[in-house]
């Protein structure tokens, strides 16, 4: 069975940082691509963050400068670094798993990715 886990949400100050950590456990996922997502109250989720099966990265305007997304495939893990954070950013996070390893399988049409985590919590204070 896929599972992916989130890690790392938190509350925090505005201008903090945080690092989130998606695991992935019931296969490997060194060959595919994965993202991040978000999704505030009343609003629709919002693609965050992706990296290729390659190491190629994508950012949303909203986060460019600010956030990192790096992946560890010895450890089947995804990571967002989180710097300088705004009011703006509070919001459910999600880590998602395509079955292939470009950056267009995450962000095309996220809705039909394979494999979601639970999400996880961030609230930026201001």
């Known amino acids: 069975q896929v599972q992916l886990v989130e890690s790392g949400g938190g509350l925090v100050q505005a201008g903090g940082s945080l690092r989130l950590s998606c695991a992935a456990s019931?296969?490997?996922?060194?060959?595919?691509?994965m993202g991040w997502f978000r999704q505030a109250p009343g609003k629709e989720r919002e693609s965050v963050a992706a990296?290729?099966?390659?190491?190629?990265?994508y950012y949303a305007d909203s986060v460019k400068g600010r956030f990192t997304i790096s992946r560890d495939n010895a450890k089947n893990t995804v990571y967002l670094q989180m710097n300088s954070l705004k009011p703006e950013d509070t919001a459910v996070y999600y880590c998602a798993a395509s079955n292939q390893g470009d950056l267009i399988s995450v962000l095309a049409v996220p809705r039909r990715l394979p494999y979601w985590g639970q999400g996880t919590q961030v609230t930026v204070s201001s």
């Open positions: 990296i290729s099966w390659s190491g190629g990265a």
């Open positions: 019931g296969r490997t996922f060194n060959s595919y691509a």
